[in-house]
């Protein structure tokens, strides 16, 4: 699976949530698919281009949101370190996973930038808010599922593989033959 | 054999005028009366009554036919109402939107006016979609003359300072993001302090001494100190007062005078030296 198509949709993405998004009424205007797409990438991609992918989504994160340069690299390398860690013995990749995976990473990405941030600038007040937290939780579980069937027809459409597939036409007869 | 056929022809010719002598006879008997005779009315119960059946189906039909023909014409003229009421309302949005667009601005330039230094109107192209900090990015950069840490101000007052240029964008850091800090005072009595964000519609002002007066409803300006904001520009007013028996400050809460989920247009407050460059 090629990074490229990965690289559009997250830039794409980020594009959206700070140009469209805002303006949606309400809690709309706090969907967060970038990071469920993060999530999806540390589920179903392979450690070396998933790395590349979430530094890279990182980095432009870090360009429209935040105050400290990295932050959103470190934060987003650590989640997919952890989910990468946990995915094997814990079959991550399972449809009835994927809620309480994208919820429970939202948790930890939110205590981890807490702390960063806490310890890098000791004099800032950083509000923990959990009302805010659940109308993000409860936004994310709404469209993690969607996302998610979105991030793997994606993945599926623009495989070269697959793309080989369309192109060649399948021999007819019984295949199991041979 | 022919003599039978004769007979018979004869009968039926006989039959025949006998019948018209009759018709005849009751025809001009009648000539003249003023009322039906019996089997005229009778007549006319059983002709009127098929003529009322079949004017009632016919004037059913036509009915309905007409109301279908109508229907035709009132659907067209009811689409081209509608069209045109969409238009009306259209347009009528456009010119309240104008309107409200020209309150604005005139607005803005007039605040535009009253600042001595130089300045530029800048439109929002993002906001931070972050739940942790408070950024927004505007179309104006390095190459409009934008530097690192020059103020970003409204009507209503202070909104932030620049954090980051490129050529042809910047990002603003919000007043209220946690990470701000600006100097302040008291409009009232010159008490002086920091204003600092709280994350949420909210500040706090920082380093103000508990034998200062402060007191709801004051308003809080920007002080001038460290040449990033001009003075006197509005930053907030005081909603909360207090004072702990521990330490030398009091806490002071205060509301931002800018309705930061409401921003559009924003002014830059340039430096002299930016412009030389």
Known sequence: ?178 | MAKRSRRSSINKYFIFGLLITVLLIIIVASIGRSHFNGPQKFGLDVVGKGQYIVTRISGGVNHIWESYIALWDVRGENKFLRAELDKSLLANQEYREAMAANVRLHKLLDFKESIQSPTITTQIIGRDPSLWFHTLTIDRGAGDGIEKGMPVVTVEGVVGQILETSRTSSKVLLAHDQNSAVNALIQKNRVQGIIKGRGAQEYHLQYVLKNADVSQGDIIITSGLGGSFPKGIPIATVTKVTKTRRGMFQKVEAEPTVNFSQLEYLIVILQQNSLVN
């Open chain 1, 1 to 178: 699976m090629p990074c490229a198509p990965f690289i559009f949709l997250s830039t794409g993405l980020l594009i959206l949530q700070t140009s469209l998004f805002p303006a949606l009424p309400g809690w709309f205007s706090q969907l967060d698919p970038l990071f469920i797409l993060i999530v999806f990438i540390a589920v179903h991609i392979d450690i070396i281009r998933g790395t590349v992918l979430t530094i890279y989504i990182g980095m432009i994160t870090d360009i429209f949101s935040g105050v400290y340069s990295g932050l959103h690299p470190i934060t987003y390398l650590a989640l997919f370190l952890v989910i990468k860690g946990l995915s094997r013995p814990l079959v991550l990749s399972e449809a009835p996973h994927q809620i309480p995976l994208v919820l429970s990473s939202y948790l930890f990405v939110s205590c981890f930038i807490f702390v960063i941030v806490s310890s890098l600038a000791p004099a800032t007040d950083l509000l923990w808010s959990w009302p805010d937290l659940f109308i993000r939780f409860f936004m994310l579980g709404l469209i993690t599922i969607p996302c998610f069937k979105f991030y793997r027809f994606s993945m599926d459409t623009f495989n070269p593989k697959n793309a080989l597939q369309i192109l060649i036409k399948p021999k007819r007869g019984n295949k199991f033959r041979n």
